[in-house]
């Protein structure tokens, strides 16, 4: 079973779940589905188009080098004050905005008054990930590979404004989830000589459920929750230039 390998480092990234509004989490690792979303973004797939074909691909991924989070905090909207309600609805700046005699520009009568927020947006600094899509399908494989390397978008990692700092395609490995964690060298800038690894799971004993889910569409978002199987791995040092073997 080939998989391809996404090398996953940069000075920031971000692998949000559950985040909402003013609070932007990450995880501790890249999730599947954002995983999937940068394959998709490589291919050019459009909103509209299904993810059938890369929603059953096999994940797993390793933290050479965890990096640490951290969190930016950022104000949105502004304007009269607003109800004591914090509601979506109620961001940006007052629409309707007038002239008064001194040439100030205020929020008319029928200006919806808006709501200064401050959004708290987690990151993780100085991370490496090492991240595998398996699949039966040999083309399939291929053609994820080839798109990894010629793009047909800019790739980025959770966030438009964190691109990676090394080519994302880490090489095609024959070996399946369960064991390429353990087999593949780590990566030049790992920090833990034994790093954790997760694996997509069957539900069961010693699996977890992870928040994340793997939609078909883009816009559907219905579907079971995912497990995965954490452990510790036993990687070889980092090897020279030139990708996985």
């Known amino acids: 079973m080939p998989t391809v390998l996404l ?6 990234q971000s692998w949000g779940t559950t985040s909402q509004w ?18 998709a973004n490589a291919l050019g797939y459009q909103l509209q188009d299904n993810l059938s074909a890369l929603a059953p691909l096999q994940f797993a991924v390793r933290a050479d080098r965890p990096g640490r989070t951290a969190v930016d905090h ?6 009269q004050p607003a109800p004591a309600t914090r509601l ?3 961001y940006g700046a007052p629409r309707g905005l007038e002239p008064d ?3 100030t520009l205020q929020p008319s009568e029928g200006a919806t008054a808006r709501l200064t927020v401050l959004v708290r947006k987690h990151y993780i600094a100085d991370a490496a990930f090492l991240a595998g899509l398996s699949t ?8 994820i590979a080839e798109a990894l390397t010629r793009p047909a978008r800019p790739l980025y990692l959770g966030r438009r404004s ?17 064991t390429w964690p353990d087999r593949i060298p780590l990566l030049p800038e790992a920090s833990d000589p034994s790093p954790w690894a997760w694996t997509e799971s069957p539900p069961g004993p010693g699996t977890i459920a992870s928040p994340e889910q793997v939609p078909t569409t ?3 978002r219905d579907h079971p929750l995912m497990h995965l199987h954490r452990r510790r791995t036993e990687p070889a040092a980092p090897q020279p230039p030139g990708g996985a073997a």
């Open 7 to 12: 090398r996953l480092s940069a000075p920031m």
């Open 22 to 39: 003013e609070e932007r989490a990450t995880t501790v690792r890249p999730t599947k589905s954002a995983v999937i979303g940068i394959v």
């Open 74 to 79: 950022q104000t949105a909207g502004g304007g």
């Open 88 to 90: 979506p609805s109620a």
């Open 101 to 103: 005699p001194a040439g």
């Open 136 to 143: 039966p399908d040999k083309d399939l494989a291929s053609e």
């Open 162 to 178: 964190f691109p990676p700092a090394h080519p994302i395609y880490h090489g095609t490995t024959p070996l399946p989830p369960e």
């Open 218 to 220: 883009f816009e559907e």
